[in-house]
């Protein structure tokens, strides 16, 4: 069992930046792939990043890629989503979620979630 908790999210700027947290609790923390996702009103749940157990395979979204970065710490059982150069399509509601596989982008792939943390980005 792993229980997650997003923290981080907050109102910025167009062209700001942000960090998400996601606090694990569980033994298994470092056993699980980590993924981030966002969702907005209406839309489907959708891939931004997910990171390997070891933390040494990234993946990303295209829309995100260059301007986000995943990354974990074992040794707290904390992900971390660093956003930059954040645009207003980058508003959603951010998931952070735990997997036995790295390298899904499909919510059926993640077993464990989030409540979310809200970003609204403004123009």
């Known amino acids: 069992q792993v229980q997650l908790v997003e923290s981080g999210g907050g109102l910025v700027q167009a062209g700001g930046s942000l960090r998400l947290s996601c606090a694990a609790s569980?033994?298994?923390?470092?056993?699980?792939?980590m993924g981030w996702f966002r969702q907005t009103p209406g839309k489907e749940r959708e891939f931004v990043a997910a990171i390997s157990q070891s933390g040494g395979s990234t993946d990303y979204a295209s829309s995100v890629k260059g301007r986000f970065t995943i990354s974990r710490d074992n040794a707290k059982n904390t992900v971390y989503l660093q956003m930059n150069s954040l645009r207003p399509e980058d508003t959603a509601v951010y998931y952070c979620?735990?997997?036995?596989?790295?390298?899904?982008?499909?919510?059926?792939?993640?077993?464990?979630w989030g409540q979310g943390t809200q970003v609204t980005v403004s123009s």
């Open positions: 979620a735990a997997s036995g596989l790295y390298g899904s982008h499909s919510t059926a792939s993640y077993n464990y």
């Open positions: 569980g033994r298994t923390f470092s056993r699980s792939a």
